[in-house]
């Protein structure tokens, strides 16, 4: 999701020019817009928390509570992606491809997390 933003940002400067028809239903609506971008704090603190949960130095124990917290933001990401293009009567497999990603991977990680350390 890092890398999302990355390129969110070079879109947003004028670095990448990227043709209509590969952006978002109403990539030109303000409302629109400000809903794409308050994603923003949840997927880069998930993703931060996330490579922090695998890559940092730490205990086991606040390992597992970065992870836990880090699936728990990006299932909740995705749902909420999900949920609001479902409201909204659109369906884009692009779109949806990549929030289900989200929602699906998290659960299986989180599910895999909890049953390895209940057996």
């Not at 998930?46 to 990006?74: C, D, E, I, N, P």
């Not at 749902?79 to 699906?104: H, R, T």
Request: hydrophobic fraction near 55%.
């Amino acid at each position: 999701m890092a890398l999302y933003w990355v390129f969110a940002v070079f879109v947003v400067a004028g670095f990448i020019n990227v043709a209509p028809e590969y952006m978002y239903s109403d990539y030109k609506n303000p409302v629109i817009v400000s809903w794409n971008w308050s994603f923003f704090p949840i997927d880069i603190l998930f993703s931060v928390l996330g490579l922090f949960s695998r890559f940092g130095k730490s205990s086991a124990y606040h390992k597992q509570m970065l992870s836990t917290v880090s699936l728990s933001l990006m299932f909740c990401a995705g749902l909420m992606a999900i949920s609001f293009w479902l409201i909204k009567g659109e369906y884009d497999p692009f779109w949806w491809g990549i929030n289900l990603w989200l929602v699906a991977l998290s659960s299986w990680v989180f599910i895999g997390q909890y049953h390895a350390k209940n057996i």
